[in-house]
């Protein structure tokens, strides 16, 4: 997100040594931001199977708006605190607040499509998911991912509204007499901190906790349902029944008339380890998005309040964390799932048939499909593997 009331230059007071850990840091995390968002659309393009899941198109979406963020956003940022000063004039500050603006807007947005997909994906039916998650509504949720942003960013910045009443206080602080630097300051008055903010992180960030919250809950019920199922399935101890009459060992055992109880198949274990584990990934993720862009946004709506008070190096650390968020999500909505990993083994190894799926005409055990938290997983009737 923009880079708000820099007064002070957040690199002012390194030294050399200083200098070359903050452009090591800020380098790494530009690094890895755009070869995980890259490895991430390139899996996608390549596996055909990773194409036919509805929850890829949002993780792509949301990498190209990430490797955007790393691309042409971070670097000028990067350059700007490494160097203490802006060197590329004032309308090309305007144009790349407005892409940071954006673009990290966007990727917050896409966050929200992907937790509201799995609420449908795993708290519905299927057939309510199909309904919902058609291919026109995927485009339009996609489309409101990229043109929502716009009417915060460039709409508003270029035509000047962020800085309705504090033009003085900007025209004081782009220029730094003492150390003869200009620096890109984009302050913003109280109307619109409220409106960026309450529209790039508050709603999404509730949509996604009232979301993860019934996944949560829809997987340790499903868990529990399935435990239960377990047990009376399989007695720890089985009780004769008072009036049958002893059998001698050699003879076959009679059944009883009353029905049994089957233990349940191992499609519905898997479904019971699969959202489980799923449910434990989703205290990751909010965990992460929370500790990335809480920091900035919380401020975001203080600062203006308090006569814009904030340090400038406060700023400049919690803008570096919400741009590690970027960085973060291939790791977390990609390399946490197992066709993912496969297709990037691949990728990286140069097409190892090692890491290859399986022929499904070389297969002797029958095999079934589900999808389970928008992922389509491949099962045996008596292996775990297919």
Known sequence: MEELDVNVSSSEGFGVAGKIVLLSFVSAVILMAILGNLLVMVAVCRDRQLRKIKTNYFIVS???ADLLVSVLVMPFGAIELV?????????????RTSLDVL???????HLCCISLDRYYAICCQPLVYRNKMTPLRIAVMLGGCWVIPTF????????????????????QRQFNKASNSTYCIFMVNKPYAITCSVVAFYIPFLLMVLAYHRIYVTARAHARQIQLLQRAGNPAEPRQHPQEPRQHPQEPRQHPQEPRQHPP?????????????????????MGCF???????????????????????????AFLWLGYINSGLNPFLYAFLNKAFRRAFLIILC???ERYRRPSIL???VPCSTTTINGSTHVLRVNSWKC
Request: aromatic share 12%.
């Open 265 to 285: 198949d191992q499609h519905s274990t898997h479904r019971m380890k699969t959202e489980t584990k799923a449910a434990k990934t989703l205290c990751i993720i």
């Open 103 to 109: 673009l990290t807007t966007a990727s917050i947005l």
């Open 152 to 171: 915060i960013s460039f709409l508003p910045i270029m035509q000047g509204w962020n800085s309705i009443g504090i033009i003085d206080l900007i025209q």
């Open 290 to 316: 929370c500790l990335c862009w809480a920091p900035f946004f919380v401020t975001n709506i203080v600062d203006p309040f308090i006569n814009y008070t904030v340090p400038g190096k406060l700023w400049t």
């Open 62 to 64: 949301l990498a190209f």
């Open 350 to 352: 140069c097409g190892d």
């Open 362 to 364: 070389g297969q002797t």
């Open 83 to 95: 160097q203490d000063n802006w060197i590329y004039g004032e309308m090309f500050c305007l144009v």
